[in-house]
């Protein structure tokens, strides 16, 4: 069987998804290749649709929260007739061209753009498979999931069944995988060791900071008020992502403090995980479960809002995480669980009790009984 994976080049979260499937498809002796659907529609409309979400999460995600809002309440905008599938739809044709060319058999959808570029793809030019799917990356539905015509909808959880039916999703297309992470998040080494092998002193409290790969949020306060509490048994690793700006500014603003480290875009996200007691990060979908998947408790500053709202919630309903509006009051409770062990033993707890599976495991072995082939284990 020979797989195509769809990603979207709006973030690296779903290339993140698409990635942790092909690994696991690779690991299993199969042919699994990922493109950005993108660029189907043409190379140019990629890089302006990138470029635009970037700076819509970094610097106004008010906005993108408004919008995210407003095409749920009104589904007609991103409909079958909207201008906006109009859109997407334009590149189903060369789609469809280069997966009869490529000779795929199935394939997996990371974004609702590149579901609804392949559904008009399958309507429009006649293109057939053995197996079609959408995955969810994030724990809530999206507004224009409805409008995939694919076979298989794969959730992040059973518990969000009623909201993908309510919006239109049919139940009998949903199968309850997880979000797939990479491989290196399953193995976890023990603080110590991950301390010794970065460099951080092994008989600290070690927080983590991250907000998404863009580095988008307000981590400048969150930092700053989380520095003046920092007690020297605590370590503070921040990482700026690809936002060279705000990497600038916080390492030149902190290069005299030993117990603060800020990096920009690293690959070693896993070890620090490994290395850290508690995360401070956005509630992005690939993000969370990546560190449930290592049962790290976490700490949300609700930065971009949208879909990453059902991250939130679901996180801190199940006690895996805790969140508050205000800058201070979240600097003040990161370094009050820092101090508090049986808390963040509890919260880990609820990790575990949440039980993260594989979830790119389940995508290929359902892929696979579609497709009648059997399934092989990574």
Request: aromatic share 8%; charged share 25%.
């Amino acid at each position: 069987m020979k797989t195509l994976v769809l990603s979207c080049n709006t973030g690296e979260g779903h290339n993140s998804v698409a990635r942790a499937i092909q690994e696991y498809y690779i690991g299993a002796g199969e042919e699994c290749d990922v493109e950005d659907s993108l660029r189907f529609v043409s190379p140019r409309v990629s890089r302006l649709i990138s470029k635009w979400h970037v700076r819509l999460y970094r610097y106004t995600p008010k906005l993108f929260d408004k919008g995210y809002n407003f095409l749920e309440d009104h589904p007609r905008f991103s409909g079958d007739r909207s201008a906006i599938h109009r859109l997407f739809a334009a590149g189903s044709r060369k789609l469809a061209e280069f997966i009869s060319a490529g000779g795929y058999d199935s394939v997996i959808c990371t974004h609702t753009i590149s579901s609804t570029m392949l559904t008009e793809a399958e309507r429009r030019c006649g293109l057939r498979l053995a197996a079609t799917s959408l995955v969810s990356t994030d724990y809530t539905c999206h507004p224009m999931a409805c409008d995939s015509g694919l076979d298989v909808c794969f959730i992040p959880d059973g518990a969000f069944k009623g909201e993908f039916i309510e919006k239109g999703v049919p139940e009998e297309t949903l199968v309850v995988s997880g979000i797939p992470v990479r491989r290196a998040f399953f193995s976890r080494v023990g603080k110590s060791e991950a301390r010794e092998s970065l460099g951080i002193p092994v008989g600290c409290r070690h927080l983590l900071v991250m907000c998404g790969s863009m580095g988008c949020g307000p981590i400048g306060e969150l930092v700053r008020d989380a520095a003046q509490k920092l007690t020297e048994n605590d370590f503070m690793t921040v990482i700026c992502g690809t936002n060279r700006k705000l990497y600038d500014a916080v390492s030149k603003h902190y290069s005299g403090r030993e117990n603060i480290r800020v990096l920009g875009f690293t690959k070693n996200v896993s070890e620090l995980m490994d290395s850290a007691d508690l995360y401070l990060t956005k509630p992005g979908g690939i993000s969370t479960t990546e560190a449930a998947t290592k049962r790290l408790p976490m700490v949300f500053v609700d930065a971009v809002a949208g879909c990453e709202e059902g991250n939130l919630r679901f996180f801190v309903e199940n006690g895996g995480a805790v969140t508050d509006d205000d800058i201070g009051v979240l600097a003040e409770r990161c370094v009050s669980l820092l101090e508090d062990e049986r808390a963040l033993s509890r919260m880990s707890g609820c990790l575990e009790r949440l039980g993260f599976g594989d979830g790119a495991a389940v995508i290929h072995d359902k892929m696979c009984e579609l497709s009648g082939v059997h399934a092989v284990k990574a």
